[in-house]
């Protein structure tokens, strides 16, 4: 029976020796939370690191037994592992890289090794249990490794991977000197998730600029499968922050802060120990707040929790200095004899005690430098069940995207924080309730079950797409099916893009000239008194008569404009055709020409070509997308039509098309073979016109009419040659 395994770099609970027993404790994290649903069921399994202490090899069987009834399978890591990969380069390089604090980033080769090391231990664990039919769950950037060594295991199983911290723009990722190997590793997965757009579409980025690869869209192609990258937005376990509110414990202690700090307003902060927090600035806004306005002495209060994490580590631990002497200076300045503006622990709580903060704080404050969701904002929300408080949230956390309603902040700007304290702090009732309101909706749907089902959907769907693809591309079954449609047929007719499908590309546009093996093919399709050939390209009519003079064949060129049998002497135009618009819009493309270097205008018969095959990675692109929303506007009711190809943007009329060419070239002719093959956007007018029984196939993509695809015009040649072979 098909089974999940979720794979993380910790299991959901600790395994902890107390008296020489082993004890487990479960954690209190929302992955855990939300993923219990799964691991638990069934034959399901969890598979990670089972705690920060080490377990010897003698005490291994005796912890496996114990969370084998959990269905929990643990990887066991030495102390030189937790060391290397995980203090080392998970979070001494992936996570300040990531975080984008790149300064305290360290490129230890030992890190990288033991990363590589580490990640292929959990990789043995997994194939020990997985079967065909599996579908794994791999979690967090202390496995990016994974997807790609289970893929290279199992071809066909279905593999997710879900990244809980920002992606960094490009610019950052590349610093890392192992970027194409973390790439790589990543996209053996079937979906790739991220929190955010902005992250999957960095990491969009980082994977066409870094590998040899494609993308279209959210779908990235690596050796013939397709990879889907998606935001998916992690929620809580919402209606348990509600029930907590009614909880005896969590009353009684809510009574207890109500006595304490009486009529004070109180503002809570509740962080693990990291750099990427904000932690000093949001103490720094707190004491500008003390500074400006006095009047807020002695009924204003800062409940501040941070959780111990890696004070070991030299920054972390400077860290922890710097909040004990800020928090000190605060409260010394400001203290009165009964009142105390900063009430600071440097510890962990029960969740019943932050339930209790939640539910008596008058305004959450949740500014980190970046973080990839932050789940303290969503857990303030849920527990606000009387629809009042204030969230204040940092526009670098993920959160930010959903949660519109809160005070957002740029977590560097003091003044902002301050001035948005303020804002809270007098916010009408009214006001509160209504975007308190909309986020609990937002929170309360949106939830841990929500996510895990959403992605999980899309995993499902992913693969089905991929299968479907794969039965799309032309492998050997597929090629021997063409093979006897055209050995079986009296009168065939090929149609046959030039630029992209019978030769490569090329950054300069008159070095794509035929090779003398294209030369060859050609004459021996030609020979075949049961073939008629058909170029059918954008270029310039002139220079494929230069190119193809004494070959039989027929020549379509500029998408349609002009058509020459091969026993023909002169080209036939497409007749009430003018080029009258051409200066209007040369002057167009002029103008983006100057703006940028490499680009170039080409000119033929009845229509206009601006070339930025030669600018550079992004520029083109970016003064692509302008060109054509100018020229939108510019052709409107003038008969004309913009198409964008592979590095070009042609304008021409609109009567010029490619598929009514190929098809007026068919009237009359009754083909029993039909094959049509073509790179870019022009030619999907012909897949479109094509009989239902022509085969179609686009070159270097599978977003496309035809029915079948192949990834570079070196499978169209190798099928052009067994087709000239197959009689």
Same mark, same amino acid.
Request: proline content about 4%.
């Given at each position: 029976?098909?089974?999940?395994?979720?794979?993380?770099?910790?299991?959901?609970?600790?395994?902890?020796?107390?008296?020489?027993?082993?004890?487990?404790?479960?954690?209190?994290?929302?992955?855990?939370?939300?993923?219990?649903?799964?691991?638990?069921?069934?034959?399901?399994?969890?598979?990670?690191?089972?705690?920060?202490?080490?377990?010897?090899?003698?005490?291994?069987?005796?912890?496996?037994?114990?969370?084998?009834?959990?269905?929990?399978?643990?990887? !066991?890591?030495?102390?030189?592992?937790?060391?290397?990969?995980?203090?080392?380069?998970?979070?001494?390089?992936?996570?300040?890289? !990531?975080?984008?604090?790149?300064?305290?980033?360290?490129?230890?080769?030992?890190?990288?090794?033991?990363?590589?090391?580490?990640?292929?231990?959990?990789?043995?664990?997994?194939?020990?249990?997985?079967?065909?039919?599996?579908?794994?769950?791999?979690?967090?950037?202390?496995?990016?490794?994974?997807?790609?060594?289970?893929?290279?295991?199992?071809?066909?199983?279905?593999?997710?991977?879900?990244?809980?911290?920002?992606?960094?723009? @490009?610019?950052?990722?590349?610093?890392?000197?192992?970027?194409?190997?973390?790439?790589?590793?990543?996209?053996?997965? *079937?979906?790739?998730?991220?929190?955010?757009? +902005?992250?999957?579409?960095?990491?969009?980025?980082?994977?066409?600029?870094?590998?040899?690869?494609?993308?279209?869209?959210?779908?990235?192609?690596?050796?013939?499968?397709?990879?889907?990258?998606?935001?998916?937005?992690?929620?809580?376990?919402?209606?348990?922050?509600?029930? %907590?509110?009614? #909880?005896?414990?969590?009353?009684?202690?809510? #009574?207890?802060?109500?006595?304490?700090?009486?009529?004070?307003?109180? $503002?809570?902060?509740?962080?693990? %120990?990291?750099?990427?927090?904000?932690? /000093?600035?949001? /103490?720094?806004? !707190?004491?500008?707040?003390?500074?400006?306005?006095?009047?807020?002495?002695?009924?204003? $209060?800062?409940?501040?929790? $941070?959780?111990?994490?890696? *004070?070991?580590?030299?920054?972390?631990? &400077?860290?922890?200095?710097?909040?004990?002497?800020?928090?000190?200076?605060?409260?010394?300045?400001?203290?009165?004899?009964?009142?105390?503006?900063?009430?600071?622990?440097?510890?962990?709580?029960?969740?019943?005690?932050?339930?209790?903060?939640?539910?008596?704080?008058?305004?959450?404050?949740?500014?980190?430098?970046?973080?990839?969701?932050?789940?303290?904002?969503?857990?303030?929300?849920?527990?606000?069940?009387?629809?009042?408080?204030?969230?204040?949230?940092?526009?670098?956390?993920?959160?930010?995207?959903?949660?519109? *309603?809160? %005070?957002?902040? #740029?977590?560097?700007?003091?003044?902002?924080?301050?001035?948005?304290?303020?804002?809270? %702090?007098?916010?009408?009732?009214?006001?509160?309730?209504?975007?308190?309101?909309?986020?609990?909706?937002?929170?309360?749907?949106?939830?841990?079950?929500?996510?895990?089902?959403?992605?999980?959907?899309?995993?499902?769907?992913?693969?089905?797409?991929?299968?479907?693809?794969?039965?799309?591309?032309?492998?050997?079954?597929?090629?021997?099916?063409?093979?006897?449609?055209?050995?079986?047929?009296?009168?065939?007719?090929?149609?046959?893009?030039?630029?992209? =499908?019978?030769?490569?590309?090329?950054? #300069?546009?008159?070095?794509?000239?035929?090779?003398?093996?294209?030369?060859?093919?050609?004459?021996?399709?030609?020979?075949?008194?049961?073939?008629?050939?058909?170029?059918?390209?954008?270029?310039?009519?002139?220079?494929?008569?230069?190119?193809?003079?004494?070959?039989?064949? +027929?020549?379509?060129?500029?998408?349609?404009?002009?058509?020459?049998?091969?026993?023909?002497?002169?080209?036939?135009?497409?007749?009430?055709?003018?080029? &009258?618009?051409?200066?209007?819009?040369?002057?167009?493309?002029?103008? @983006?020409?100057?703006?940028?270097?490499?680009?170039?205008?080409?000119?033929?018969?009845?229509?206009?070509?601006?070339?930025?095959?030669?600018?550079?990675?992004?520029?083109?692109?970016?003064?692509?997308?302008?060109?054509?929303? =100018?020229?939108?506007?510019?052709?409107?009711?003038?008969?004309?039509?913009?198409?964008?190809?592979?590095? $070009?943007?042609?304008?021409?009329?609109?009567?010029?098309?490619?598929?009514?060419?190929?098809?007026?070239?068919?009237?009359?002719?009754?083909?029993?073979?039909?094959?049509?093959?073509? *790179?870019?956007?022009?030619?999907? +007018?012909?897949?479109?016109?094509?009989?239902?029984?022509?085969? =179609?196939?686009?070159?270097?993509?599978?977003?496309?009419?035809?029915?079948?695809?192949?990834?570079?015009?070196?499978?169209?040649?190798?099928?052009?040659?067994?087709?000239? =072979?197959?009689?």
């Amino acid at each position: 029976m098909a089974k999940k395994i979720i794979v993380s770099n910790r299991l959901p609970v600790k395994a902890v020796k107390k008296k020489n027993k082993f004890v487990f404790t479960s954690s209190e994290g929302g992955l855990a939370t939300g993923l219990g649903s799964i691991y638990t069921q069934e034959n399901n399994i969890w598979i990670g690191w089972p705690g920060l202490e080490v377990i010897e090899n003698y005490e291994q069987k005796e912890v496996s037994e114990k969370l084998k009834e959990l269905n929990l399978l643990p990887v !066991f890591l030495s102390q030189e592992e937790i060391n290397q990969y995980y203090e080392g380069f998970s979070n001494e390089v992936l996570w300040p890289v !990531f975080h984008y604090m790149p300064t305290y980033a360290k490129y230890k080769q030992s890190y990288w090794d033991y990363y590589y090391k580490v990640n292929l231990k959990f990789k043995e664990a997994i194939i020990q249990i997985a079967e065909p039919g599996d579908t794994i769950w791999i979690h967090d950037y202390q496995l990016l490794l994974l997807p790609a060594m289970l893929r290279s295991e199992f071809q066909n199983i279905s593999i997710g991977f879900f990244q809980h911290i920002p992606f960094p723009s @490009y610019e950052l990722f590349r610093l890392i000197p192992w970027r194409a190997e973390l790439l790589e590793g990543m996209l053996g997965a *079937d979906l790739i998730g991220f929190h955010t757009f +902005d992250d999957a579409h960095h990491f969009t980025i980082a994977a066409t600029r870094i590998l040899p690869i494609q993308s279209s869209s959210n779908l990235i192609t690596i050796n013939d499968r397709s990879v889907v990258v998606e935001s998916f937005p992690m929620g809580i376990d919402s209606k348990k922050f509600e029930m %907590l509110t009614s #909880n005896d414990e969590v009353i009684l202690q809510i #009574n207890n802060l109500r006595k304490n700090f009486q009529q004070a307003k109180i $503002v809570v902060s509740i962080d693990r %120990l990291d750099y990427s927090k904000g932690i /000093l600035q949001r /103490l720094l806004a !707190f004491e500008l707040l003390l500074q400006l306005y006095p009047g807020y002495i002695e009924k204003i $209060v800062l409940y501040m929790i $941070v959780v111990p994490s890696r *004070d070991t580590v030299p920054q972390y631990k &400077k860290l922890h200095d710097d909040i004990d002497k800020l928090v000190g200076n605060i409260n010394a300045t400001f203290r009165t004899m009964n009142w105390h503006p900063v009430q600071y622990f440097y510890r962990s709580f029960p969740i019943e005690t932050l339930s209790a903060l939640y539910n008596v704080a008058d305004v959450c404050l949740v500014t980190p430098m970046r973080d990839g969701m932050n789940l303290v904002c969503k857990e303030y929300v849920a527990s606000r069940v009387k629809n009042d408080g204030v969230l204040i949230l940092s526009e670098m956390a993920g959160a930010s995207k959903e949660l519109i *309603d809160a %005070l957002v902040v #740029n977590p560097n700007n003091i003044g902002a924080i301050t001035s948005a304290l303020v804002e809270a %702090l007098h916010m009408p009732l009214t006001e509160q309730q209504r975007r308190m309101k909309q986020m609990r909706q937002l929170v309360s749907k949106f939830n841990i079950d929500h996510w895990v089902k959403l992605f999980m959907t899309r995993l499902l769907e992913a693969k089905q797409q991929q299968q479907s693809s794969l039965t799309r591309h032309i492998n050997g079954e597929v090629l021997d099916r063409i093979k006897t449609l055209y050995n079986q047929a009296g009168k065939r007719v090929l149609y046959l893009d030039y630029d992209g =499908t019978l030769v490569g590309f090329k950054t #300069n546009i008159d070095m794509a000239f035929p090779d003398q093996e294209l030369y060859d093919l050609l004459h021996k399709l030609s020979a075949d008194p049961a073939n008629n050939i058909v170029i059918i390209s954008g270029r310039n009519h002139k220079t494929l008569e230069e190119w193809f003079k004494g070959i039989r064949l +027929d020549l379509i060129a500029e998408h349609g404009v002009w058509q020459k049998r091969h026993h023909e002497q002169q080209w036939q135009s497409i007749p009430g055709i003018n080029n &009258k618009w051409k200066p209007e819009i040369q002057s167009i493309l002029d103008i @983006y020409t100057d703006r940028t270097p490499g680009s170039f205008v080409e000119e033929k018969s009845f229509s206009l070509v601006w070339h930025y095959r030669k600018v550079a990675e992004g520029l083109g692109e970016l003064r692509a997308n302008e060109l054509v929303n =100018t020229l939108r506007y510019i052709i409107e009711g003038k008969g004309l039509q913009v198409l964008q190809g592979n590095k $070009v943007i042609e304008i021409k009329n609109i009567e010029v098309n490619k598929g009514k060419a190929a098809l007026s070239r068919m009237q009359n002719n009754e083909y029993d073979f039909i094959l049509a093959v073509g *790179d870019d956007q022009t030619d999907e +007018d012909i897949f479109k016109a094509m009989p239902p029984e022509a085969v =179609t196939i686009k070159v270097g993509s599978q977003i496309s009419a035809a029915n079948h695809y192949v990834r570079s015009y070196h499978y169209v040649r190798q099928l052009l040659k067994q087709l000239a =072979t197959t009689n």
